[in-house]
Every structure is written in structure tokens, then in C-alpha cells.
């Protein structure tokens, strides 16, 4: 008997340690794509701002999964997700219809030239999504994590955000997760204050998930920013990085730094 209990604890000594450099190497990883020399300098300044590493671990994300990004826009995180995945993972990511015009097909051809160009982006797969979607975005359960950056308020300005939502919620396996940012506004605040200011109350976006099927697995404040009352001349766009107002109150808004941000995490 003695002989089993020696063994069994050495055993869940092994296993322990196992699952501590697992998750060590897992964390040196990231880091490394975070840190990437290789990345837009333009990107890196904004680190302090949304806190890749921090918000990435919080959405339980390891390097083995399947990740759908949605709404990939200019490539910010897709830039630190595509290498980190790219070994034993699988990046999607979901972009603008070109077939629209306009910014959408600035947008979506910028993207592409991105890819086509920076070895960053080696592996990812790029979806032709629309918004509200026309199609499945992804085989049904096939991904581990869906992430979303700062796009809640557009879907919600063209009506979407609980179509989208349902697509993640489709997208993801029994047990995935589904990793949210975006600008957060006071609570109480109206419909057309959210769709005219880019800030989305926390509330409305967990009532949505919600009702797509998610389970509010926790929030954070990673993201938060105390400084930001949410009531600016041209919305969220006024603060850094968009500058909307140019060189007026420059100074004003670069103290106050970027938005305020909810950081929600969903299982499926």
C-alpha cells in the first residue's frame, strides 16, 4: 500500500510539473509574438492600451486551438495570433465583402495586400463574411476560441450584433469560448447614443450573448479606462488613435488615452 501511495504521488508530481511547463512555454509563446521585433511599430505603440498578453490569457487561449477572429480589420491582433498559432493552431479570420464597395473594399484589399506581404500573416485564413451574415462563417463547431475586437458597435449600427453573435456561438465547440472587447458605455445610456458614439453598454452585449445561448463565463477590467467619460464631439473616434477632431484639444484627448473597454469572456 505504501508502495501505491509513493507512486501515485509521484505520479501527480510529474503530471503537476508537466502542466507547469505546458503552460510556462505556452505563456513564453505568446510573449514572443507580442514581442515579435517584426511587428507594425504603429501596433506595438498601443500595447500599453490593449494589452495583448493580458487580454489573450484571460480568453484561455493556447496555442494548440482553433481560432476564428471576427471583423480582423487592419490586422492588429491577427498580426500577434497568426505566428503564435501557426505551429500547432489553425487562425481564421472574417473580413469585408469586397463585392460591397466602397470602405469595404479599401478595407478588405488593404487586408489582403497585408497578408500577401508580411510573413506575420503565413498560415491565416482569410472569410469573405458579410454583416448581417449570409452564410455560415465556419463549419459548424469547428473552433476552440472566437475573439472579437472593438466591432460590437458596428453590428449593432447595422443591426447585427446578435447575428454575428449567434455565427460565434454556431462556429465554436461544446465548451469553447468567445472572447469579447469592445468600447464600453455608461449603463443607461440609449440605443442612439451607442449606434452614434462607437460605446456599447456592457449590459446590451452580455443580454445578447446571452441569448444567443452563451454562458457569461467572467469580466475584467484589463481594458478599463477610468479616464474616459464616453462623451466626446465625435464619439469614441475623438480619442486616440483616430484623432476624429485632428489638432483640436489633441493634447486634451492624448491624455485621456484610449477608450474604456468591457473585456467579457462566453462558453459555449
Known amino acids: 500500500m505504501k508502495i501505491f501511495f509513493n507512486t501515485l504521488s509521484l505520479f501527480l508530481l510529474v503530471f503537476s510539473f508537466s502542466n507547469a511547463v505546458f503552460a510556462a512555454n505556452q505563456n513564453n509563446s505568446l510573449l514572443e509574438a507580442i514581442n515579435d521585433p517584426n511587428r507594425n511599430p504603429a501596433y506595438s505603440k498601443r500595447d500599453k492600451y490593449r494589452n495583448p498578453y493580458e487580454t489573450l490569457t484571460f480568453f484561455q487561449i493556447n496555442s494548440s486551438m482553433h481560432v476564428l477572429e471576427l471583423s480582423a480589420g487592419g490586422g492588429w491582433y491577427t498580426e500577434i495570433l497568426a ?28 487586408f489582403d495586400k497585408k497578408l500577401a506581404s508580411n510573413r506575420l500573416f503565413e498560415g491565416v485564413k482569410v472569410i469573405t463574411a458579410d454583416v448581417p451574415p449570409s452564410n455560415a462563417f465556419t463549419e459548424p463547431e469547428s473552433q476552440d476560441l472566437v475573439v472579437t475586437f472593438r466591432n460590437l458597435h458596428n453590428w449593432l449600427g447595422s443591426d447585427s450584433m446578435k ?30 447614443f451607442m449606434k452614434k458614439s462607437g460605446y456599447v453598454t456592457q449590459s446590451l452585449a452580455i443580454k ?61
Not at 498559432?85 to 488593404?110: C, E, F, I, Q
Not at 468600447?183 to 445610456?189: F, I, K, L, M, V
Not at 463565463?217 to 465625435?234: F, L, M
Request: aromatic share 10%; no cysteine.
Open 83 to 110: 505566428p503564435y498559432l501557426r505551429a500547432n493552431g489553425k487562425l481564421s479570420v472574417t473580413h469585408h465583402n469586397p463585392d460591397a464597395g466602397g470602405y469595404y473594399m479599401r478595407s478588405r484589399n488593404s
Open 208 to 268: 445578447k450573448a446571452l441569448e444567443v445561448g452563451f454562458e457569461l463565463v467572467r469580466t475584467s477590467e484589463i481594458n478599463a479606462n477610468p479616464n474616459d467619460t464616453a462623451n466626446h464631439p465625435r464619439g469614441v473616434w475623438t480619442l486616440p488613435p483616430s484623432f476624429r477632431l485632428k489638432d483640436k484639444d489633441r493634447a486634451k484627448y492624448e491624455l485621456i488615452g484610449e477608450s474604456d473597454r468591457m473585456t467579457l469572456l462566453f462558453k459555449k
Open 163 to 192: 447575428a454575428v453573435m449567434q455565427e460565434a456561438y454556431n462556429s465554436l465547440k461544446p465548451g469553447g469560448f468567445f472572447g469579447v472587447v469592445e468600447h464600453r458605455a455608461p449603463e443607461g445610456s440609449s440605443m442612439e
